[in-house]
């Protein structure tokens, strides 16, 4: 008589594949066009931030004190623009990621469906965020060469959970960060726009990565673990020191030796940045990925 017990990794297979087909419901019922939901056609309006000023790497310090009004409206518009101009940077290189990792996957799989719809998206919220930096004023901020060459080697060589976790990474900086922008009315009402956009369609882009992180160390040794627990720390390290470009300071009108020593020295932007991140670093543990030397690289970061 035939045994209707499901073994285990087929019944893994089948959660997977429940949880990507969920996805995939939610994108169609709930997703935006920015061409469409942003207003790109009025023109800035310079009474308003580009981000809540108390996410300025400057606010609570001396300077931000001296400054005037229009200065931190200024400056917060700057560093919007280069948290968006970073988040382009590294959804390209999730975008490459992703697409290597499904490469010769099964196209009728709902899991390699759903991860064309997150490249997808990805697709649009480059193009967003970099229409959201050209209206806030903004050049193109990158991260230093050094940084985007290790970004270059990180998307052709990283796989598996190391890829997935360092996707998780940044976008659950930029979700706790722009949760609160979103609801702040002193924000640009298209920025507001933007990060709601951002928020609700990388929730899902988060559970994925989150799946796929489980599944990948599923039978991961110590070795493994170790290994892949110090390459996305190092992820995490320039991806999140790469947020707010030094120049900010000179396109918003500051000293620039003045405000980059008292942004380093800014305790109320490192505690904001390791109370956004209290919850992945718990997945983080929970997955067996916050070694010593790991460890060492969020707090050096501030995200611990």
């Given at each position: ?17 429940d ?22 056609d009025?023109?800035l ?13 400057l ?6 004190n001296?400054?005037?009004?229009a ?18 940077w ?13 490469y ?15 490249i ?10 970099a ?6 004023g ?8 050094a ?7 990180f ?12 996707i ?21 009402p ?8 951002h928020?609700?369609e990388e ?12 599944k990948?160390?599923?039978n991961a040794?110590?070795?493994?673990r170790?290994?892949n ?16 470009n ?9 000293d ?8 380093a ?20 543990a929970s ?5 010593r ?8 970061a501030?995200?611990?």
């Amino acid at each position: 008589m035939a045994s209707s017990t499901v073994r285990p990794e087929d019944q893994d297979r089948i959660d997977e594949h429940d949880v990507a087909r969920r996805l995939l419901d939610s994108s169609a019922k709930l997703s935006y066009d920015p061409v469409t939901e942003v207003d790109w056609d009025t023109p800035l309006d310079k009474d308003f931030h580009g981000a809540s000023p108390e996410w300025s790497t400057l606010y609570g310090t001396a300077y931000w004190n001296e400054l005037t009004d229009a200065q931190r409206k200024e400056l917060t518009r700057q560093e919007a623009a280069s948290v968006a101009s970073t988040g382009i940077w590294f959804e390209m290189i999730l975008q490459q990621m992703v697409l290597r990792d499904i490469y010769t996957t099964d196209a009728t799989d709902p899991r390699f469906q759903w991860a064309l719809t997150e490249i997808a998206d990805e697709c649009r919220h480059s193009i967003m965020f970099a229409r959201g930096a050209a209206k806030l004023g903004a050049p193109a901020y990158r991260p230093r060469r050094a940084v985007v060459e290790l970004g270059r080697a990180f998307k052709t060589l990283a796989f598996g959970e190391a890829a997935y976790a360092a996707i998780l990474v940044a976008e659950e900086v930029l979700d706790v960060m722009q949760r609160d922008w979103m609801r702040d009315e002193r924000v640009a009402p298209f920025v507001r726009t933007i990060n709601n956009i951002h928020v609700v369609e990388e929730s899902r882009h988060m559970k994925f990565a989150r799946d796929e992180t489980r599944k990948r160390l599923r039978n991961a040794g110590p070795l493994r673990r170790q290994i892949n627990a110090f390459v996305i720390a190092v992820a995490s390290y320039f991806i999140v020191t790469s947020m707010v470009n030094r120049e900010v300071y000179a396109n918003a009108g500051l000293d620039t030796r003045r405000a980059r020593a008292e942004a380093a020295a800014n305790e109320h932007h490192k505690s904001l940045m390791r109370s956004s991140c209290s919850g992945l670093m718990e997945f983080l543990a929970s997955a067996r990925l916050l070694t010593r030397p790991a460890l060492a690289l969020y707090k050096r970061a501030h995200l611990i």
